[in-house]
C-alpha cells in the first residue's frame, strides 16, 4: 500500500501564495503519475495538475498561476500556487497511480485532503 500526507492548506486573502506538500511512504514499488485535485462544495472533483510520464498537465483555471514539481528522491510531491482567488477555495487531494511491488497492477491512491480557503 502507498499511504500519501498532505501539507500547507489553510487560509490566504486573494493575491496570496500557498504552498501544498504530499509525501509517499508505505511500500512504493514505481509511481506513474503524481498530482493534485479539488473539490469545492457542491461541485465534482476536478484536476489541478498532474506530473505524468508525458507532458504536465494543469487545469486552464489555473495555468500560469499553478506550478506542479516533484522531488523523486523524497516521494514528495509539490504544489505552489499563487495569485490565489476565491475561486480557488476547495479541499485539495493529492493522487498517485503507481504500484506497490512489481506483482502489484498500479493504483489510484488518495490523501485525506486539505483545506485551501481564499477571502478577505
Known amino acids: 500500500q502507498i499511504q500519501l500526507v498532505e501539507s500547507g492548506g489553510g487560509l490566504v486573502q486573494p493575491g496570496g501564495s500557498l504552498r501544498l506538500s504530499c509525501g509517499a511512504s508505505g511500500s512504493i514499488f514505481s509511481i506513474y503519475v503524481m498530482g493534485w485535485h479539488r473539490q469545492a462544495p457542491g461541485k465534482q472533483r476536478e484536476l489541478v495538475a498532474a506530473l505524468t510520464t508525458g507532458p504536465t498537465k494543469y487545469a486552464d483555471s489555473v495555468k500560469g498561476r499553478f506550478t506542479i514539481s516533484r522531488d523523486i528522491a523524497k516521494n514528495t510531491v509539490y504544489l505552489q500556487m499563487n495569485s490565489l482567488k476565491p475561486e480557488d477555495t476547495a479541499v485539495y487531494y493529492c493522487?498517485?497511480?503507481?504500484?506497490?511491488?512489481?506483482?502489484?497492477?498500479?493504483?489510484?491512491?488518495w490523501g485525506q485532503g486539505t483545506q485551501v480557503t481564499v477571502s478577505s
Open positions: 493522487n498517485v497511480y503507481g504500484s506497490s511491488s512489481a506483482t502489484v497492477e498500479p493504483d489510484d491512491y
